[in-house]
């Protein structure tokens, strides 16, 4: 039995070069095409496909948000993000989402069908390029928060009315707390953080996933 795929991608060059790539393989059958993420979603359940290909890049919908929205629907279904997009922060997004690979588009042929048949086995597949990056992000990223002291839960909740562009006044009305302690807990969070400046303080907090 050969696996059934579907694509989703925007580029029609990208649709048919997948299914010219795949179409003297026996192993792998194509069995939809979709442009936009209105057609996945009314579509791809029909299609009886085991593992969608999908673009991050769409006119009406990104993939990352697109493809949570089809394993609530579909939790059977199989997800392999075939993308341009080799920024770790959608690698991250879209794992977190669910997905079961993701592949760059200078992928080739026996990288494909081997993705393919492990994802189809429970297991999760990136290239190993993107493996390597990302695990020595994730090795930076610990050693970095390591470093961070921890934020009290009303520091925490000055810092989020902070990235909100709150003024002192507009924050110690909503946390109902003077004006005074909205500074003091500034002055704290900068302090921790090694920021000079409420921008600072954001830039700092985004770096080390704060917020």
Avoid: C, W
């Amino acid at each position: 039995m050969s696996i059934k795929i579907a694509i989703t991608d925007d580029h029609q060059l990208v649709l048919q070069g997948i299914k010219s790539m795949l179409s003297d393989t026996e192993e792998v059958s194509v069995v939809a095409g979709f442009s936009t993420a209105e057609q996945t979603l009314r579509g791809l359940a029909s299609s009886k496909a085991e593992v969608l290909l999908l673009d991050i890049n769409l006119p009406d919908l990104d993939g990352i948000s697109l493809s949570k929205k089809l394993l609530q629907q579909q939790p059977e279904l199989k997800i392999i993000a075939l993308t341009n997009f080799e920024d770790l922060s959608f690698v991250k997004r879209m794992l977190k989402n669910g997905v079961h690979g993701y592949l760059l588009k200078n992928t080739d042929k026996l990288e494909l069908i081997s993705t393919l048949k492990a994802v189809l086995s429970g297991e999760i597949y990136l290239q190993k390029d993107l493996q390597k990056r990302l695990l020595l992000n994730d090795t930076k990223s610990n050693s970095r928060n390591q470093l961070i002291p921890k934020l009290t839960r009303r520091e925490q909740e000055v810092l989020q009315a902070i990235a909100e562009e709150l003024t002192t006044k507009e924050i110690s009305e909503k946390l109902f707390i003077s004006p005074k302690t909205v500074e003091t807990h500034r002055m704290n969070l900068m302090s921790k953080l090694g920021a000079k400046n409420s921008v600072g303080i954001i830039k700092i907090a985004l770096e080390n996933e704060l917020l």
